[in-house]
Structures are given as C-alpha cells and as structure tokens.
C-alpha cells in the first residue's frame, strides 16, 4: 500500500503537467511582435529558443569541462559561446540569455563536471535516505517522506526546464527536503565527536553564506535606491550608493555600469575630469568581472570619444582598442561598428572609417546614422548627388531620423532647391 502511494506521488504530479511540458517544445509563435523578427527561434515557440540557448551553454561547458566558468558567470560564458543567431538577435533585437532555462546546464557551465556530479551524487544519497525510511523507517514518518520525495523529484523535474533552484526559496526548499531525507534515514545515529564536528562545521558554513546573502541583498537594495536618485536628480547621493553597492556586490558588473552612468552624469554636472576618470575606472570594474559583454565596451568606448578632450589621444586609442574587441564578440552590432567609423574618423582613417559606415548601414534597418555620416563624407568630397541619395534612403528606412532630415534641408538650402 505504501509502495503504491509513493508510486503515486511520484507520477501523478508529472501525468498531471505533461501536457504543458510538452507545450515548451511544439512550435507557438509569440504573440510579441518585438518577438516575431525572422530569425528569432521564439517564433517556433519557447521549446525552440531554449534549443539555441542550450547548445550555447552546452558550448560554453565544452570549453572549461572540469570546473567550469565560475558560480554566477553563466552569462559571461554564454555570451563567448552563443551562435550567431543569437549574437544577431542580441544586436538587432535586444534578446539575451541571462540564465540557461535548465538548473543542469547552468551548473554544468558555471561548476563543471566535478560539480554537477557531486550535486547529483549528493541528492542521489539523500534521495536514497528517504527511500530506505520509506521502506524501513518508522510507521508514523513514512507518508512524510513520500511527501517530501515527492517534493523533491517535482523540484528536480522542473530544474530540467528552468533555473527555478537557482531562486532562493526552490534552492531553500530543496536543500531543506534533502536535509530532512537524510535526517529520516533508518538507523542508529552516532553522536561521536567526529560527527558533532562536522555539524558545528556545517552551521558555520550556513553562517558564513548567510551573512554573504545578507550583504548581497542589501547592495542590491542601495543599487535600487541609487537609481532612484538619479532619476531625481540626485547624483552625489546616486554615487555614493552605487560606490556602497558596488562594495557589497564586487562580482556584480551592472551594478558598476550603473555607478559609471551616474559618474557621467556627474561629469556633465560640472564635476569635471575626476568624474570622468570614476566613470572610466568602474567600466574598467564592470570588464573585469565580465569581460564577455560588448555593450560595457562600447559605453566605455563612447566614454573616451565622448570627451576626448579630456582623455586626449590615449582614449582615442582606448576608444578604438574597445570597439574593435566588441565587434569581435558581437559582430552584428551596428551601433558598435558605426562608432567604429567615428573614431576611425578621428584618427584620420577616412578610408577606414567609410567602410566601417558602410557595414554599420547594412544592420538594423532604422539606425541610419551610417548612411547619415557616408553622406557626410560624400558631402566632404564634392558628392551632392550621392550625399542625396544616401540621405533620400536613410529617410525611407527611418523618416523620423532627425539628423537625416536636417543634413537633407541643409544640402536643399545651399541648392536652393
């Protein structure tokens, strides 16, 4: 009777939720339009994308098998090792992959094989714990156990598909299930010296992260604050929370973009220099812990060409050295490689900096400036006509570019035409 009501709550729960986890994999295109550009998978329906993303993890895994990338560097590993589908897709519709939809392929990239293997090894026994008290232990505590293996395998199921024991209160449920098996485990407990030990061990560990999760939810929260105080306009006060935060949470690099952000802000506030210099060190912070993500390097880019007064020819220098690594990551960034061309430009690489333009056109369609700044160029050299034509496209792919229409009236006002 027992055997069948474990059997029961073990497959009842997974009968019930077939049908929607058979829905992730067939095709349902999003009803998103943001989501619906051509080469997205999401059109294919949710199961599709996860696909992409997990071959991208399961690539980023290959290259560092035994250990892995680092707890928490799934994103950096991910962006080195995505295909360009979802390179392209970043650039021109803004989607990444923050986490691998699978609890398995996150740990496997972010711990290695040696790390996944002494996590299953570890719910494997605790698992086995709870068998053997269904089996053998006491009467009263045997629907218990079904209950909490039960528990547990739904836990390990969904890990399949989602990073849900990457949150705090899956990770806190199942590691209290897992404790609580083993716990429950038929016979004599030894109460030696050796295992009172371990256990003083044990607290002192959960203490040890305790005070870490502690720390990092309170960085978040001055993070949230900061932000806050530079939508108000309270840049001092944003700064010296985001420095707090940037403390608390040394491996987070979003929270030192956003210090950099409020530092330019500063720096437009008429702090000067020492504000720019803050912004450039904490993009330089953000690189350090996340050298993977080209979007840091194309605002620490724009940073330098920006106020180049300021950082002179060594930023140019810096400016070109980013951009050029961005594109290396991403190369479908239309943004990045037109940024290119300008600071191409200003190092006096003409020809350079046309070519540059030119790719840059042939991304997102409505980013124009490229077709904007050949036009320029054109301009430069004595080319009304293709300065009009480039300019008379760039208003059909975008007619609400400002800078298009401007330089058009400006070419109609010298014609008078």
């Not at 250990?67 to 390179?87: C, I, N, P, Q, V």
């Not at 083993?182 to 030696?192: E, I, L, S, T």
Request: hydrophobic fraction near 45%; glycine fraction near 12%; include cysteine.
């Amino acid at each position: 009777m027992l055997a069948t009501a474990t059997l029961a709550a073990l497959l009842i729960p997974g009968l019930l939720y077939a049908p929607k986890i058979w829905a992730r994999f067939r095709p349902a295109p999003a009803e998103t339009p943001a989501w619906n550009m051509p080469i997205d998978p999401e059109r294919e329906g949710s199961g599709a994308m996860r696909k992409a993303i997990w071959g991208g993890a399961l690539a980023a895994a290959s290259q560092r098998p035994a250990l892995g990338w680092g707890m928490g560097a799934f994103r950096e590993a991910y962006d080195r090792s995505k295909g360009d589908t979802l390179k392209r897709l970043e650039a021109e519709g803004g989607r990444t992959a923050d986490q691998a939809h699978s609890f398995y392929l996150e740990t496997l990239t972010e711990r290695g094989v040696l790390g996944l293997a002494g996590l299953l090894l570890f719910v494997g026994v605790a698992t086995a714990a709870g068998l053997a008290a269904v089996t053998g232990g006491a009467p009263d505590a045997r629907l218990l156990t079904v209950g909490l293996i039960a528990s547990t395998v739904a836990l390990l199921v969904h890990g399949a598909l989602e990073d849900n024991l990457s949150l705090v209160p899956h990770g806190t449920l199942i590691a209290a299930n897992l404790g609580l098996l083993v716990a429950a485990a038929p016979g004599a407990r030894d109460a030696g010296r050796s295992r009172r030990a371990a256990g003083f061990a044990g607290m002192g560990l959960a203490a040890v992260t305790a005070c870490l999760s502690i720390a990092s939810f309170v960085g978040t929260a001055r993070a949230e604050d900061a932000k806050q105080d530079l939508v108000a306009g309270r840049v001092d006060r944003a700064m010296e929370r985001y420095a707090a935060a940037s403390r608390l949470r040394p491996w987070d690099d979003r929270i030192q973009v956003a210090r950099a952000e409020a530092a330019e802000a500063a720096a437009r506030g008429g702090r000067g220099i020492g504000a720019l210099k803050e912004a450039e060190a904490s993009y330089r912070a953000a690189l350090a812990v996340n050298g993977s993500d080209p979007v840091t390097r194309h605002q620490l880019a724009r940073l330098y060409l920006a106020h180049a007064d300021a950082f002179g020819t060594g930023g140019q220098r810096e400016a070109l050295r980013e951009l050029t690594l961005a594109l290396d990551q991403n190369p479908y960034y239309a943004e990045i490689r037109n940024d290119l061309g300008v600071a191409l430009l200003a190092t006096g690489d003409r020809k350079g900096a046309a070519d540059a333009f030119r790719r840059a056109g042939e991304g997102r369609s409505n980013f124009v400036d490229p077709l904007v700044n050949l036009a320029t160029l054109a301009l430069q050299d004595g080319d009304r006509a293709g300065a009009e034509r480039l300019l008379d496209e760039a208003l059909q792919r975008n007619p609400g570019s400002a800078r298009a229409a401007a330089l058009r009236i400006t070419i109609a006002g010298r014609t008078g035409s």
